[in-house]
């Protein structure tokens, strides 16, 4: 079978993806649903679209980002699994996302209030994975972009679903008025350029560098990884630096200082240990730190991926189920995202 060529800003190379995989190295698959809001399967529409995630995915923070920072919480709805898939004892079998909102995090020894049941379909499925069974894949990966109007999967992949948002949003029904939304990927073909390379960067060195580095088996791949990402940091931080840009392109925010944040917004509480990415903390890089707490700042995106669900979802079935609950000094997190001046300028 031919490797599927893929867009590697978007998904990683899947080639010799099995002797990679047995030699130790984190490959991540390709997603199978790729519709398009806008064309004439999937109409544009208010209140006719749906998104299923988990706070603690990094990809599914892309989608919630975009949802808030465009506006579309009133016109696209929402549920959220419990952040640890389903352990060995399940009846349906372990690693399945799961909706259960009665569900006790350990990291509280509660419920986490964000946690819905399935409503999109109508069903009212216990599965993500049932979601899928019901147009016959057995994938099982959040996000998804459902219809509720067709009961049918749009996409899940999460680099489309987000630019389908940013596309649409004015069809969609956004609270915002074109004034007031920013447009992640404005037409200008140069802006356009720019951040396509840094996608690619990005998501190589970075979104996905840290699985490399964190679920890897093998000590060269990690090693590898490690190095990866810290170089793309220093990358970063002297783009930043040059001229004391606000945001990674210039003055306004896109889309990928949207798929940026995911990973950073984790890198001190979550990944620093679990993803064994423990070279530096974001706040050891004065200027990507600032970046860090100006978009944190930002409208809805403190509420786009609560971090006691990331906390959960990365240490909830490992770390004999006991969660680390640092770092406190200088400060705890996500209360040290208020404070840019945390970080010294060097
Ligand atoms: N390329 C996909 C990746 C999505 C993905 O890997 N999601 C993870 C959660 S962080 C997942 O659900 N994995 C489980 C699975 O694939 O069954 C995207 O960006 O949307």
């Known amino acids: 079978m031919t490797d599927k060529i893929v867009n590697t800003s978007v998904e990683e190379s899947q080639t010799d993806a099995a002797n990679r995989r047995a030699s130790g190295e984190f490959v991540r698959g390709l997603s199978g649903f790729r519709g398009y809001l806008g064309d004439k399967d999937f109409p544009a529409e208010s209140g006719r679209y749906h998104l299923i995630v988990a706070f603690n995915c990094p990809w599914c923070h892309r989608v919630t980002l975009a949802r808030n920072l465009l506006g579309l919480e009133g016109s696209i709805t929402l549920d959220v699994v419990f952040p640890n898939r389903t352990g060995n004892g399940d009846a349906a079998g372990p690693n399945l996302w799961e909706f259960n909102p009665a569900r006790i995090a350990t990291l509280t020894g509660d419920a986490l209030p964000e946690c819905t049941v399935e409503t999109g ?7 993500v994975k049932q979601i899928y069974a019901a147009e016959g894949s057995n994938e099982g990966s959040v996000p998804i972009l459902y219809d509720k109007k067709q009961n049918r999967i749009v996409n899940n992949e999460s680099a489309e679903i987000l ?9 969609l029904g956004s609270s915002l008025g074109d004034a007031d939304r920013p447009n992640l990927y404005p037409s200008d073909i140069s802006l356009r350029s720019k951040i396509d390379t840094l996608n690619g960067e990005i998501y190589t060195n970075i979104n996905n560098g840290a699985y490399k580095a964190g679920f890897s088996s093998d000590q060269a791949i990690y090693a590898a990884a490690f190095d990866n990402y810290f170089n793309m940091l220093d990358t970063l931080e002297a783009r930043l630096a ?59 995106v403190a509420q786009s991926s609560p ?14 189920n006991v969660i680390p609950l640092g770092p406190t000094k200088p400060m705890s997190y996500p209360k040290a995202y208020k404070h840019p001046d945390l970080a010294k300028l060097r």
Not at 313 to 320: A, K, P, Q, T
Request: hydrophobic residues 35%; charged residues 25%.
């Open 307 to 320: 971090l006691d669900h990331c906390r959960q979802g990365y240490f909830g079935r490992s770390w004999n």
């Open 121 to 127: 379909t109508g069903k009212g499925h216990r599965l």
């Open 163 to 171: 630019r389908m948002l940013n596309d649409q949003a004015a069809a």
């Open 242 to 300: 040059s001229d004391d840009r606000p945001f990674l392109t210039g003055d306004a925010f896109t889309e990928a200082d949207l798929r940026l944040f995911p990973t950073l917004y984790r890198h001190d509480p979550v990944y620093y240990l679990r993803m064994k990415l423990n070279g530096a903390r974001i706040l050891d890089y004065p200027k990507l730190w600032r970046w860090l707490c100006r978009v944190y700042a930002l409208r809805g």
